[in-house]
């Protein structure tokens, strides 16, 4: 099965920098992966998709990579917001499953 | 409807007992996923649906565990003979395509079960 990593530390950041969130994975190379985001209490929402195929993607102040080589997703939040602050999980789907790190939770500070 | 629903939201019971969890997906969404997530982790995978039948059971941990999709819409994990270990938060959600075709996974705010 898959293991999936993601930093257990929570990372803190100022207000205005770039949060940079990893993700690495042993195993299978998944068909595609993807990043969420979860706050206290509530269910995960979803954030970006990355195919197998593809480097990077953006979306306004997001940006995910891709490395089949390396087995690993970067996660970045550019001039990041204390309403950034939250846990942000991975998810890796391979044979019908969703494969989920443990996240990582971000503290942004104003 | 506006998202993905979960009922109950909180469920207290003692152990040995039965017990059912409802998940309300998006109307016409086809696939269905079931979650536990223990304080600190991800979500662990249970089950997925692809309309009325279970495509994948096999994060089911054991044959206490067991869900149903009768009309391809709502869904009830059922669990008997409840283990305080059973005890977290169980997560559905619900994406417009077959999980293999890179959808997004629209999640409910979850059912947090808590056995005595």
């Known amino acids: 099965s898959q293991k999936i990593e993601q930093n257990s530390e929570a990372l803190n950041i100022q207000e205005g920098k770039t949060a940079t969130l990893t993700c690495n994975y042993t195993?299978?190379?998944?068909?595609?992966l993807q990043w969420y985001r979860q706050d206290p209490g509530r269910g995960p929402v979803f954030l970006l998709l990355?195919?197998?195929?593809?480097k990077e993607k953006r979306k306004e102040r997001l940006k995910v990579t891709f490395d089949t080589t390396l087995k690993q997703s970067l996660f970045h939040i550019t001039a990041s917001q204390p309403a950034d602050s939250a846990t942000y999980l991975c998810?890796?789907?391979?044979?019908?499953?969703?494969?989920f790190g443990s996240g990582t939770k971000l503290n942004v500070k104003p | 409807g506006a998202g993905v629903s979960q009922t109950p939201s909180n469920k207290v019971t003692e152990k040995g007992k039965y017990v059912e969890l409802r998940c309300d997906p998006i109307s016409g969404h086809t696939a269905l996923y079931w979650y536990r997530q223990s304080l600190g982790q991800g979500p662990e995978f249970l089950i997925y649906f692809q309309g009325t039948g279970a495509a994948d059971d096999s994060g089911l941990p054991n044959d206490r565990f067991f869900a149903v999709r009768p009309e391809g819409s709502v869904s009830t994990l059922k669990i008997q003979r409840t283990e305080r270990g059973d005890s977290a938060v169980y997560l559905c959600?619900?994406?417009?395509?077959?999980?293999?075709?890179?959808?997004?996974?629209?999640f409910g705010p979850g059912t947090r079960l808590t056995v005595l």
């Open positions: 195993n299978y190379s998944p068909a595609y």
């Open positions: 959600a619900s994406s417009l395509l077959a999980g293999g075709q890179a959808d997004t996974q629209y």
């Open positions: 998810a890796l789907y391979n044979f019908n499953k969703f494969y």
């Open positions: 990355i195919r197998e195929n593809e």
